[in-house]
T-cell receptor, first 108, second 112 residues
Framework: KNEVEQSPQNLTAQEGEFITINCSYS?????LHWLQQHPGGGIVSLFMLSSGKKKHGRLIATINIQEKHSSLHITASHPRDSAVYIC??????????FGTGTRLQVFP | DAGITQSPRHKVTETGTPVTLRCHQT?????MYWYRQDPGHGLRLIHYSYGVKDTDKGEVSDGYSVSRSKTEDFLLTLESATSSQTSVYFC???????????FGPGTRLTVT
């Protein structure tokens, strides 16, 4: 079993829909990252969080350390949000463990 | 943009040949990482560096070596490339694991 599991693996939405991507992990962590990988392959950091909730524009990330679970929400989705979203956790070793990603496609 | 470049961006090479990939950063981050990305797997750590001449192995280090002789450059070498090393390689830099991670644009390597 992978230490970091994301769901769903693939997600299709219509423009304007509210989107939720989930990340569950089985190890103790000090922080969790959400990353976005564009169709061209580039990877950018969206959030790093260790507790609670963070918001940036239409993106919201939450984490529940006790339940070992994080969610990434996208409000009012847009076709430009189409990408692969990757969850990565920071275990005690400090070497990130990555999920396999959630591929999101948003259609007009 | 953390000023990270990777070279080459694409490479096709034959089995058994040596290959060196370069990661260059301009913002003096202490930590540098090499990952590979393959279908069905998350990014997997090959090697990392926590300073000049300080490197260590990651989870998939077999067949790879690294060097960091300057803060800004982290080199990944495949001593004798194999088809199983066909992958997309990403370099990343950070000031620490709980800080923002900055990724290079990736190098697509094909070993025939």
């Amino acid at each position: 079993k992978n230490e970091v599991e994301q769901s769903p693996q693939n997600l299709t939405a219509q423009e304007g829909e509210f989107i939720t991507i989930n990340c569950s992990y089985s190890v103790g962590i000090s922080a969790l990252h959400w990353l976005q990988q564009h169709p061209g392959g580039g990877i950018v950091s969206l959030f790093m969080l260790s507790s609670g909730k963070k918001k940036h524009g239409r993106l919201i990330a939450t984490i529940n350390i006790q339940e070992k679970h994080s969610s990434l929400h996208i409000t009012a989705s847009h076709p430009r949000d189409s990408a692969v979203y990757i969850c990565a956790v920071v275990p005690p070793s400090d070497k990130l463990i990555f999920g396999t990603g959630t591929r999101l496609q948003v259609f007009p | 943009d953390a000023g990270i470049t990777q070279s080459p961006r694409h490479k096709v090479t034959e089995t058994g040949t040596p290959v060196t990939l370069r990661c260059h950063q301009t913002e003096n981050h202490r930590y540098m990482y090499w990952y590979r990305q393959d279908p069905g797997h998350g990014l997997r750590l090959i090697h990392y560096s926590y300073g000049v001449k300080d490197t260590d192995k990651g989870e998939v280090s077999d067949g790879y070596s690294v060097s960091r002789s300057k803060t800004e450059d982290f080199l990944l070498t495949l001593e004798s490339a194999t088809s199983s090393q066909t992958s997309v390689y990403f370099c990343a830099v950070t000031s620490g694991a709980v800080y923002e991670q900055y990724f290079g644009p990736g190098t697509r390597l094909t070993v025939t």
